[in-house]
């Protein structure tokens, strides 16, 4: 059985910084793409990042220079640092592992 969880959340003040981190176990074979989607209430969620097992990036222009995403293939994690936050950063950020597999959400509210 497949397990996807996040970690990382929270509360910060703007311009302030916060590392979520991603673990999926149950998984045998290496995860193609891994990434990390946000989703605020009544919006679709969307891509903020993503980073392939062969190391390529994608990264939402709104985040672009600020936030970094990595990844370590042989323990299938993946984390996101996020820098110089702004409150229109505020959301429920998901993990997902593939196609088919996401973690429960974490919340990161950005806010004074």
């Known amino acids: 059985q497949v397990h996807v969880v996040e970690s990382g959340g929270g509360l910060v003040q703007p311009g302030g910084s916060l590392r979520l981190s991603c673990a999926a176990s149950?998984?045998?074979?290496?995860?193609?793409?891994m990434g990390w989607y946000r989703q605020t209430p009544g919006k679709q969620r969307e891509l903020v990042a993503s980073?392939?097992?062969?190391?390529?990036?994608n990264y939402a222009d709104s985040v672009k220079g600020r936030f970094t995403i990595s990844r370590d293939n042989a323990k299938n994690t993946v984390s996101l640092q996020m820098n110089s936050l702004k409150p229109e950063d505020t959301a429920v950020y998901y993990c997902?592992?593939?196609?088919?597999?996401w973690g429960q959400g974490t919340q990161v509210t950005v806010s004074s």
């Open positions: 997902k592992c593939g196609v088919y597999f």
């Open positions: 149950g998984i045998i074979f290496s995860i193609p793409t």
């Open positions: 980073i392939s097992n062969s190391g390529n990036i």
